[in-house]
């Protein structure tokens, strides 16, 4: 298959890229990147763990074709961090103990960084409809809608 020229806006930063059209941009950030904060599931839309922003949206990358993010701003969750200096987001999982295994982190954190520029002030049904595409194995999800509300104004 041929592969064809895609331009990609990832964390600010502009990308010119040759890819297959059937490459998915979960492929294209981990591989073609280095980005692999962006975590490989269950390839199928399922888990999550693949969440990235596209212009403010979550969306699963493993379900996206490159050339279909392209004319996006897309964000990861090494795009989350600015200057060396955690989100307040990141913090918060931390502090909260909303992180175990740690996983299903990036992809959470991007659902929640999605929600509240959407929403500064939450409520707890908010949250957890809000992260409703995320599944965390470990921490039970309590831990997780905590760290969340605890950055909501």
């Known amino acids: 298959m041929t592969k064809q ?19 998915t941009l979960l492929d294209v950030l981990r591989d073609k990147l280095g980005l692999t904060g962006t975590k490989r599931g269950c390839d199928s839309g ?4 693949c969440t990235v922003l596209a212009d403010g949206i979550p969306i699963l990358s493993c379900m996206t074709l490159a050339v279909e993010a392209e ?3 897309i964000r990861t969750i090494e795009g989350v961090a600015k200057g060396g200096e955690f989100h307040r987001l990141q913090k918060a999982f931390v502090e909260k103990g909303a992180i175990q295994c740690g996983f299903c982190t990036p ?5 929640a960084v999605a929600l ?8 707890p049904e ?8 995320n ?3 470990c921490t039970g999800y309590v831990k997780i809608i905590e760290a969340i509300g605890s950055v909501a104004k």
Do not use: A, H, W
């Open 5 to 23: 020229p895609v331009t990609l806006t990832v964390n600010d930063q502009e990308y010119q890229l040759l890819v297959s059209p059937t490459k």
């Open 46 to 49: 399922e888990c999550g763990s």
């Open 71 to 73: 004319g996006k701003n």
């Open 107 to 111: 992809g959470m954190i991007l659902s």
């Open 116 to 123: 509240l520029e959407s929403n500064p002030s939450p409520t």
């Open 126 to 133: 908010e949250i957890k409809k809000g992260i409703s595409g």
């Open 135 to 137: 599944f965390c194995r």
